[in-house]
T-cell receptor, first 115, second 114 residues
Framework: EAQVTQNPRYLITVTGKKLTVTCSQNMNHEYMSWYRQDPGLGLRQIYYSMNVEVTDKGDVPEGYKVSRKEKRNFPLILESPSPNQTSLYFC??????????????FGPGTRLTVL | AQKVTQAQTEISVVEKEDVTLDCVYETRDTTYYLFWYKQPPSGELVFLIRRNSFDEQNEISGRYSWNFQKSTSSFNFTITASQVVDSAVYFCALRPQGAQKLVFGQGTRLTINP
C-alpha cells in the first residue's frame, strides 16, 4: 500500500530535550516536505527536500533541522524544543512540485506537546 | 504573495442539508493549482481534488462538487445531502506552478448533526 508514515504519532516532551520525528514514504517520491498545523493558521511549511541531500527552508524553519540521506526518509529534528513548537506536524511527499499533475500525499500526523 | 482565505471558520448543518465551503485565493501567477483536503476527526489529511488554473470546468464526484471561477478567484466546495461522516475540517490550498509548497487556508470545521 502506497503511504507516508510518521513516528511517533503522539509525543509529550520537555523543553530542551532533543527529539526526532521520522517520516518515510514507499512511493519513490523525489519531493518531501514538513508542515506544522496550528489553529487558525492552517498548515505552514517548515522544510522541504527536492531529492537526496537537497533540502531548503520553508516559511517557518526556525528551531528545526532536517536531513535527506535516503530517498524514502525525511526526519524532522528539534534540537532544543520549546513550548511554541507544540503543534500537529505533517510529513508530505510527491513526485515533483514542478509537474502539473503533482499531488502531495500526507502522513497521519504527529501531535507534539512541549512542556 | 500567495494567499488562501477560508472565511468560514465553522459551519454546522443538519444531516441531508446541502452545504458550501468557500475558498478565495490570491496569486499573481497565471498557472497554478488548487486543492481541497479533508481532515476527519482521526487527524489525517485526505486529498480530495486538484484543479488546474486553465481548466474552469466544474467537477462532480458523487455528493461532492467543486465550482472554480477565475473571475472571482474562488474555488468553492459543495456537499450535497450531507452525512454525519462528512464532519471534518476542510482545507483549501494553492500551489503556483514551480512552487515548492502548498499554501493553505485556515480551514473550515464542518459539523453535520444527525
Amino acid at each position: 500500500e502506497a503511504q507516508v508514515t510518521q513516528n511517533p504519532r503522539y509525543l509529550i516532551t520537555v523543553t530542551g530535550k532533543k527529539l526526532t520525528v521520522t517520516c518515510s514514504q514507499n512511493m519513490n517520491h523525489e519531493y518531501m516536505s514538513w508542515y506544522r498545523q496550528d489553529p487558525g493558521l492552517g498548515l505552514r511549511q517548515i522544510y522541504y527536500s527536492m531529492n537526496v541531500e537537497v533540502t531548503d527552508k520553508g516559511d517557518v524553519p526556525e528551531g528545526y533541522k532536517v536531513s535527506r540521506k535516503e530517498k524514502r526518509n525525511f526526519p524532522l529534528i528539534l534540537e532544543s524544543p520549546s513550548p511554541n513548537q507544540t503543534s500537529l506536524y505533517f510529513c508530505a511527499s510527491s513526485w515533483s512540485p514542478g509537474l502539473a499533475v503533482d499531488t502531495q500525499y500526507f502522513g497521519p500526523g504527529t501531535r507534539l506537546t512541549v512542556l | 504573495a500567495q494567499k488562501v482565505t477560508q472565511a468560514q471558520t465553522e459551519i454546522s448543518v443538519v444531516e441531508k442539508e446541502d452545504v458550501t465551503l468557500d475558498c478565495v485565493y490570491e496569486t499573481r501567477d497565471t498557472t497554478y493549482y488548487l486543492f481541497w483536503y479533508k481532515q476527519p476527526p482521526s487527524g489525517e489529511l485526505v486529498f480530495l481534488i486538484r484543479r488546474n488554473s486553465f481548466d474552469e470546468q466544474n467537477e462532480i464526484s458523487g455528493r461532492y462538487s467543486w465550482n472554480f471561477q477565475k473571475s472571482t478567484s474562488s474555488f468553492n466546495f459543495t456537499i450535497t445531502a450531507s452525512q454525519v461522516v462528512d464532519s471534518a475540517v476542510y482545507f483549501c490550498a494553492l500551489r503556483p506552478q514551480g512552487a515548492q509548497k502548498l499554501v493553505f487556508g485556515q480551514g473550515t470545521r464542518l459539523t453535520i448533526n444527525p
